[in-house]
């Protein structure tokens, strides 16, 4: 664990800290609520680590694979619940279709993932986030958008709330 090696790379003022997350942790999908919690999770702890490791010559990277073409959107992978609400069914119905759907059909190659983080391991400065594959690309651009536009629209409000300064 993180926490065993920390010591000895403290000590060589030196070391590599790779944390995988995934797309869903940087942009939550409809009906992966738990999933996209934990990865979130395992992304803010690793960026705290990083503002504390990197004085000391320690880097870390958070590696945010998209969809790659492994067992898991298999039905032997995914836990659903068996209630159905039909209100939901055009987000959480309609997630879960895709997984369904997408199964083995994923446009990631997991090998070319291994060879991509390897790439970053001996790079004097890695990048702290790596996300990888076209779709993590495209839905993390696609939320620094939205979120731009939407800070943008709520400006005004937003600078409201401080103290007037004289």
Do not use: C
Not at 105 to 126: E, F, S, T, Y
């Amino acid at each position: 664990s993180t926490r065993a090696v920390l010591p000895s790379m403290r000590e060589r003022r030196s070391g590599r800290i790779l944390n995988f997350s995934s797309l869903g942790g940087y942009s939550a999908y409809a009906g992966w609520g738990i999933y996209s919690a934990t990865k979130f999770a395992v992304e803010a702890i690793s960026e705290s680590m990083s503002l504390e490791l990197e004085p000391l010559g320690i880097k870390t990277t958070i590696v945010e694979p998209g969809f790659f073409r492994t067992d898991f959107l298999s039905a032997t992978s995914l836990f659903s619940t068996e209630v159905r609400i039909d209100d939901y069914a055009d987000t959480v119905g309609a997630m879960r279709n895709f997984a369904a759907g997408a199964d083995h059909q994923q446009p990631g190659n997991p090998a070319k993932l291994a060879d991509a983080i390897l790439q970053v391991v001996d790079v004097p400065q890695p990048p702290r986030r790596l996300p990888l594959g076209s779709d993590a690309l495209t839905r993390i651009t696609e939320k620094h958008n939205a979120v731009e536009k939407e800070v943008s629209q709520w400006r005004e409000l937003a600078l409201s709330t401080d103290f007037v300064v004289i």
